[in-house]
Every structure is written in C-alpha cells, then in structure tokens.
C-alpha cells in the first residue's frame, strides 16, 4: 500500500479511536457548509471559464482577481476543487481539479521563489493523495527539486524571497518567511516517495533553524529573518506583512501552528509537538484576540512598543480588520494538534470548534463574486487586500471542515 494511502487510512482509524472523549457536533453544521461552499464553488469555476489565469480574490473595482499561475496563490483554487471532490465525492470536482491543476504544470520547475511548495502540494499533493495518479507523483518530486535549490546550506535555511528589503533599515539579501514552514511538507512527501532523504533533511534542517530564530521566547513569531549567506547567522528580524518588526502577525502564528505540527507528524520528534503546542498556547490565549475567536490581522495593532514600520494611517479604520485567512490555518493546524495529542489536545479541538462556528455564522461571503469566506487582509501595511475574500482562506477552511467531520462527525 503506498505510503499516503497508509497514513489517510491510519489517520481515519486513529480518529475514530482517539477522539471519542470530544463531543459530537452537529452533522448539519459540516452539511450545510459544503452545501454553501458546493454552490459558491461552482460559480466560481464557471467565472473563471476558460481562462488560464486562477482566482485569487476581488479587486477594488469590485472585479475578480485573476492570477498568472506564477503567483503564490495559484494553487489554491485546484486544492479547494480536490477538497470539494473530497468532501462531497462527486466526479464533477474531481474533473474540475485536474483542469484546474494542469494549468500548473510547467511550475515544477519554478524556481524564482519558495511559495512553489504551496502551488504544488495544495493542488497536485491534494490530486496524488485522493487519485494516486503516476503522473502527479513525478510532478511533485520535480517540484521538491525546484524548491530544493533554494535551500542555502551555511544557513541552513530554504531561502524565501530574492529581494532586498527595499524601504530603509538594513537590506536582506537571504530573506526568510515564516510561511515557509508549510513548504516542507512537500519535502517530506518527496522523501517519502523517493527514499532520497536530502529532502527531509533539508526540511529538517529548515524547521530547526526557523524554531531557534523565527520563533520568540514567548513562542510568538517574526514573519522575516534575514540570513548571511557565507557565515549561516540570522542578521534581521522583522515584517513585511505585519504592523511592526517586533510584532506579531496573526496569519504567521497560523503558519507557525500549522507549520510545526505537520513537521511532528513527519518526523515524530517531540521539539516540534512542544513548539506547535505553545505556539498555538500564545495564540488562543493572547488577550487581543476578540471573543469569537477571529484574530487581528496582528496581536498588536496599536499597542505602545510597537512601531509601525511604514508609519501607516491605522486611524483610517474605524475598527482593526480581523483576518480570516488567518484564523482559518490556525484552526486546521490545531485540528490536527489536538488529533495529535487525542485527550490532551481537547482545548485546540474546541479552541477550533468555536471558531469554525463563528466563521460559519458570522464571516460568509455575501459579495458579488462566488468565495465562501469574507474578511480576510492580505498585505495591510502594503495597503492591499483589505477585509476582502481570498482564496487561500476558503482552501484552509475547507481542509478544516474536512478535518472536524474526519475527527468528529460518526
Ligand atoms: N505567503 C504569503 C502570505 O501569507 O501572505
């Protein structure tokens, strides 16, 4: 039996088992969201039409946003459609995907920056995973070599980004994200498929040096850490995407949960459990996270000791915008924690439930266009994508959803 084949199986059985302790929800609550989403979903896909592009969100003219496929978000639409043909198995979204996930197909030799992880492993990992199609395994394994050779070796670290920060302060010239963390699972899929360990190690390695700079004492996290390259030393921390160097943005905290708890699932060393577990403790305690659960799109929006980096205008919204996109990969990656740790994780697993409730209650799409969450920022000091919907929030929620009802739902 392949090896994914093994770990789906293994994982269904082991939830059945593990998580009877967690109270059961309601059947319909998971039904009518992928009634909601099987509607929105199919809108979509008959607006995006023929065309090569994928969609992303929607733009300030109120159209859709279309993306060239070199763009890192270019993979999520296929994995929301691999998703959909999971959650409903019905071959119209299994058609769908594949059209969808063909589209990508010359971005396994996409080399320009690190997201080509996310490209490939949400769409053609999603399409392996549920098809076991030959064809898509090499594709990924191409696609880990891709991202492989942005691995810098004294540093130890898969370099993010080639540019330099731009707007004063010191330049970067090796930056590092914290959504990196999520590449790596391609990696060990790679690994895993091959029995070439170079890129577990590289993995590994990345992980490691991510816990000792990216991650603070308090277990928050920096989104930038920038490397030399000759002498392996982290020489910067900082933002690009959250409101100052020093704080935290909301949506890298949900990578780092996410990030770290599928690291302990691939390696089963207990550094990482440690880390996803507090890193996940600093989010759902944080006393700036609002009542239902939904982050800022930073734990510390206009707080003394935090100065924005762009000295932007926060004054210009009456309220701090919440981020969905955010709360979406913090409440998958704490799914997952809390099947992890079975009993012991039942505060994630109903961390998780109230928020899945709040966003299935308070945070649907209603606009012109077809997504199915709303209120997501994507680059706030950028002063782009704000309280809009965008397609990696509807991807996280809908492996979320899928997660409770495999947790749950007998
Ligand atoms: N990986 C880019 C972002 O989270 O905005």
Not at 130 to 143: A, M, P, R, V
């Amino acid at each position: 039996m392949k090896n994914s084949t093994l770990t789906c199986l293994l994982f269904s059985v082991l939830c059945l088992i593990s998580i009877t302790s967690c109270k059961q929800p309601d059947k319909n609550f998971v039904d009518q969201n992928i009634e909601f989403a099987d509607t929105q979903m199919r809108n979509l896909l008959s607006a995006v039409g023929d065309s090569e592009k994928l969609p992303r969100s929607v733009l300030p003219s109120g159209e859709l946003d279309m993306v060239d496929i070199e763009d890192w978000t270019s993979g999520f639409f296929p994995g929301v459609l691999w998703y959909m043909y999971e959650l409903t198995n019905d071959d119209y979204w299994k058609q769908a995907a594949e059209t969808q996930s063909q589209k990508l197909l010359p971005l396994q030799y996409f080399t320009d920056h690190h997201d080509v992880g996310f490209m490939m492993y949400c769409s053609y990992g999603n399409g392996y995973r549920l098809t076991q199609n030959e064809d898509y395994k090499g594709i990924l394994i191409n696609s880990a070599k891709s991202l492989s050779t942005r691995f810098r070796k004294n540093a130890g670290i898969i370099q993010s980004w080639d540019f330099s920060r731009s707007w004063g302060g010191e330049a970067w010239r090796c930056p590092v994200i914290i959504d990196n963390m999520m590449n790596l699972e391609l990696l060990f899929f790679a690994s895993k498929v091959t029995n070439d360990d170079t890129f577990r190690n590289i993995a590994i390695s990345h992980a490691d040096r991510t816990l000792e700079n990216h991650i603070r004492e308090d277990y928050s996290s920096y989104h930038v850490v920038n490397y030399d390259t000759i002498s392996g030393q982290a020489t910067g921390l900082g933002t690009r995407q959250g409101f100052a160097d020093n704080s935290t943005w909301a949506r890298g905290q949900g990578w780092s949960i996410y990030g770290f708890t599928m690291t302990y699932r691939e390696t089963r060393n207990p550094k990482y459990l440690e880390a996803a577990q507090r890193i996940a403790d600093f989010y759902i305690q944080h006393p700036n996270l609002p009542e239902d659960k939904i982050p800022y799109w930073d734990f510390n929006v206009n707080e003394p000791g935090y100065t924005p980096l762009f000295g932007y205008d926060m004054n210009k919204y009456k309220i701090i915008p919440r981020d969905v996109s955010a709360a979406t990969i913090a409440i998958s990656g704490m799914l997952e924690l809390s099947y992890i740790l079975g009993e012991k994780g039942k505060k994630y697993y109903d961390f998780a439930e109230e928020a899945l409730q709040s966003l299935s209650s308070h945070y649907l799409y209603k606009g012109n266009h077809s997504f199915i969450l709303d209120q997501s920022v994507g680059n706030f000091p950028g002063d782009s994508e704000i309280t809009v919907p965008l397609i990696y929030a509807d991807y996280y929620f809908l492996e979320a959803l899928l997660r409770y009802k495999q947790l749950s739902v007998k």
